[in-house]
């Protein structure tokens, strides 16, 4: 769940990024897991949806690096966060991110999509996962 005010607006990287509403100092926690609003999904759940159900979470979920059964869908605009080769939000902790860096208001948070992937980034759907795969 997002910690810090942000807004949607059209990104300059991907379609829709998340934008600071205020000025965000380096070390700021922005981001953490709450599982009352953040979903863990099982894998197998994941693999039975279709259609456009399976579409988004294709989009906007990521395997869970704690546990292999689960994937991560954030509840909020957390989600629409863009990848950038050199961010300025660390999202290498499962559970917490931070601001690497001052972020501007106005300026779009960005993070290493590497992170949630150990062979690279790739979408949920252009991947097999299975409940027994190492993700």
Known sequence: MLLVD????????????????????????IWKLDPRFDRLIEVETYERAAGPVKSYLDRYSYPDRRDPNYIVFEADDARYMNHADEPNCDVSSPEE???????????????????????????????????????
């Open 6 to 29: 942000v807004y949607l607006d059209k990104s300059p990287i991907q379609g829709i990024g998340v934008f600071a509403k205020n000025h965000i100092p380096r070390g700021t926690l």
């Open 97 to 135: 991110s931070f601001a690497l860096r001052d972020i501007a208001p106005g300026e779009e948070l960005t993070c290493n999509y590497n992170h949630f992937f150990e062979t690279g980034f790739d979408f949920l759907g252009d991947r097999h996962l299975s409940s027994a795969d190492s993700i």
